[in-house]
Each structure stands twice: as C-alpha cells, then as structure tokens.
C-alpha cells in the first residue's frame, strides 16, 4: 500500500549511521523520514521494536529501505530478523554516502522496487580509482 | 581441531569472521545451534555471513557433537561456536572435550547484568557458567583475540 514518501533507516555498527546521516544533511541541507540506528548497542528484539515504531502508522504500514553497513554482520542479522514478515521493506547492505544521497533524491517519487535498483547500481558505481 | 571454543549470542559475524578469523585462520566455523540448523533462512544468513573468507557448517548441538567425536573435523583447524552457557554446557555434558572457552559475547538483554564489556549475564546464566567452571574449565573473556585475557571464573561464583 502506498502511503507517503518511502522511509529510509540505516542501521549500523556504532556512530556510522547516525553520521552518514549527519553528512548527507550537510550536503542535501534537510532530509525527511529519515532514521538512524546504532544497531551494535541494540538486541534483536529492540531493532526489530524500533522499525515497527518507525514504519507502522495507524492503519498499515509505511514502506521503508533499510540500510546496513555490512552483510553477515550482526546488524544485518538483526535487521533480517526483524524485517522478514514486512513485505513492504527491503534491506540494503554496504551503504555509503553516494547511495544515501540518491535515496534522499528519489523516496518521494520512486516506487520500492525502483529505488533499491537504482540505489544498488548507485552505490556500486561510485567505487571507483580515482585519476585524472 | 578445535582452534577456539567461542560463545557469543551474536553467532557468525564480523568479529568472529574477521577479528579472529585472520588471526587464527581457520579452515572452518561450526556454528552449534538448533534453532539456526533447523530453519532454512537462518542456516542460509549465518552461512552467508561467513563468506567469503570462512566456510561455515551449521549443525544442531548433537550433530555438531557427534561429528567432532567422530573425528569429521580431526584435519581441519575450526572453531566452534555457540549461541549462550546452556549450549555450552550441554555440549561438555555430552563429552566434548574442553579446557577453555572464549565467552566473546553475552550482550546487554533484559535481566543480564554486567560481567565484562562485552559479558553480561543473568542469574540463571551465571549459574550455568558456575556449572562450567566446576568442571576445571577456563572461561576466559575476549572480544577480540587483540584484546586483554580476562579470566572470569572468579566473576561467575
């Protein structure tokens, strides 16, 4: 069910989240709908708390990317556990700036599936040498 | 053979992968747990999670323990890891072998009190700790193989 803007929320290993986000604040000016959690300092349950309280509205559910810094690690696991019964969000690891940006770019006017392919072939793209 | 007997609730992730895992260069992470060897999506996450530089075998606490008895694993380096004390002590209980086991993380939960930074347990689980310790075995406290040994036998009576 469509309802708003998609949410965006990055869950990661200590302060990494909450300055990604910090950052792209620097470089976008706002941002809106937009979450960061340390989810080294979280058990499972409270993570998986956390994204129910972010993502449910009264009547349903708001659809949401969910941003982890590294697959297979323990943020990541926590955060598969608590997303697998929302069909509505979908859980991207290995986020960087670059992808955190086009995200704040395109949860407005994306659909949830666009966007993660976008945002895939986004952060990918930027790692690269850099000469000129 | 059993290069490091770990405990840690957050099973397969970077600290075990990484941290120790290019420390000690194991050929293998057994992770014991009934509840990851019984479900599919939580055997595929945790094997996942230890690509690509270790291989992981996810097996229940019997399996696992009838494997190593057998001697499946006699040439390769492994670790062993368990989700908590209870798996622990079930799998010295059953005849495994132990001297030491890393306790690597018990993290804060509702109830768990502070042993170490990253040791936090409860009553119940300490009392189960205590049952390990009785049995001669060194619980020693380490995040990270880098980090300062902290010997927490006295800290569990």
Redesign the interface.
Known sequence: MEKGCIIGIVITHGNLAEELLATAKMIVGETHDCYAISGSDLCDEDVARRIDQIVSTGDGERRAVVFVDYFGGSCSASTVRATRSHPEIRVISGVNLPMLLDFVNKQDTYGLDEIVDHLLHRGQESIRVVKF | MILLFRIDD?????QV?VGWGRALRPDRIVLADDVVSSTD?ERE??A????PDLTATVLSEREAFEQISAGVFDSERIFLLVRGPREALRMIEMGLPADEINVGGL???AGRRMITENVHADDAERAVLREIVKKGITLEARALPGDRRVTINSKVV
Do not use: D, E, G, K
Not at chain 2, 10 to 14: D, K
């Open positions: 957050r099973l397969i992730h970077a992968v999506w996450l945790y996942a999670a230890a690509r993290h804060p939960r």
